[in-house]
């Protein structure tokens, strides 16, 4: 059984565009506070790192005080890399300012093992060795996980992210920011093979590439003009960006020969992915987990979580932490 911090954990995240605090006990999540600055970010089609960082400022208290619920943490986790460090830092001075006034142990934790322990908010407890898929806005990864905090990047996107690839779609078809969500609905009416859209590196077993996609997106736009049908656009794009993460994500679980397969991210919203993937370990016994809807999207019991296993393991970080726009995954603990 995984341990879990003995105590009240605070998670704070920061790191793109959604200022987020939550409290949780053991893998209980008590309170889960999101204020999401997407409306603001749409008007400029994307995220301006700036404007975010001064929404961070002002909505970080407010949000902080929601989901301590007038309790007192017993330690603090906080997302320190990777993302935009205007926006890290302002979650990171804050929760250096509580752990120095409330005399609590704190710890930066890195957001992608945020995203890969949100399965730990789930009843059943995740099997390990577990292949794990990380697919966001900013990530697109094939993980090892040999049991939580070791973990092995197996394969990759050599250039956008797939969530990337839904956005920067649904912005050519019109359909506002971020695209994930909308591409979904639009896709519910369309019919999946009516354009012909790329699945990229097909010879290479483990990486992914959505450049190409994004670009046959734009030729198909503009050679369709207005009598373009958004509906199975949507589809065409859905089942392509689908089709290319099942193909890696299920090549890595059966070379490998992990007990448990995970789906986590933003892009882990998708139903169409989730239900894929959970048919085909099904097929292959093999334990399926991905988080609750909420929990898929950046959020801070993701990090409260992350942060509370290493806690419970002794870590702690000092006033000196930093925040960082990327850096890989830890190095296993010895
Ligand atoms: O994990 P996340 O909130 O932020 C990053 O760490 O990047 O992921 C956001 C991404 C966006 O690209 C968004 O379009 C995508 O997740 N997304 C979806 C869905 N819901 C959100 N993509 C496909 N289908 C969805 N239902
Ligand atoms: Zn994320």
Redesign the pocket.
């Known amino acids: 059984m995984t341990e879990f911090f003995n105590g009240l954990v605070l998670g704070i995240e920061t ?4 200022t987020s605090a939550s409290l949780i006990r053991g893998h209980t999540i008590l309170t889960n506070v999101i204020a999401s600055q997407v409306d603001m970010h749409k008007k400029w089609g994307g995220i301006v790192p700036e404007a975010a960082a001064r929404a961070h400022v002002e909505a970080i208290l407010p949000v902080i005080i929601e989901a301590l619920d007038g309790n007192k943490p017993d330690a603090i986790s906080v997302t320190c890399q990777p ?1 935009l460090v205007g926006a890290l830092s302002v979650g990171v001075t804050a929760a250096k300012s509580l752990a120095l006034a409330w005399k609590v142990p704190f710890l930066g934790v890195h ?1 992608i093992e945020g ?1 890969i322990l949100s399965v730990f908010a789930n009843d059943e407890e995740p099997a390990y060795p577990q292949v794990c898929l990380v ?5 697109t990864e094939v993980v090892w996980v040999q049991e939580p905090c070791n973990y092995r990047i197996l394969g990759q996107t050599i250039d956008d ?4 690839a ?2 920067k779609s ?1 912005r050519l078809l019109g359909l506002g920011y ?4 909308a ?2 609905e639009y896709a519910t009416h369309g019919n999946p093979s009516r354009y012909s859209l790329p699945r990229g590196l097909p010879k290479d077993p483990y990486n992914f590439s959505f450049s190409g996609l994004k670009t046959a997106m734009l030729r198909l736009v503009e050679t369709e003009g207005n009598s373009i049908n958004v509906n199975d656009a949507s589809a065409s794009l ?1 089942q392509a ?1 689908v089709d290319s993460l099942v193909k890696k994500t299920l090549y890595a679980l059966d070379e490998s020969g992990a007990k448990g397969l995970a789906l986590v ?7 169409l ?1 989730r239900l894929t993937l959970q048919e085909q370990c099904t097929r292959r016994n093999v334990q399926f987990c991905t988080p609750a ?1 909420e929990l ?4 801070a019991a993701m990090i409260a979580l992350a942060g509370s296993i290493r806690l419970a393991n002794g870590e702690r970080s000092d006033f000196e932490l930093d925040c960082a726009p990327n850096g890989s995954l830890p190095a296993p603990i010895d």
Do not use: R
Not at 15 to 18: A, F, H, I, V
Not at 135 to 139: D, F, L, Q
Not at 161 to 164: D, L, P, R, S, Y
Not at 178 to 181: C, D, V
């Open positions: 790191s793109c565009d959604e993302g957001h995203h697919a966001s806005g900013g990530h992210a797939a969530g990337e839904f956005d649904a971020p695209g994930g969500k591409i979904q859905q960006i991210g933003g892009v882990a919203a998708n139903n992915l809807y898929c999207t950046d959020n």
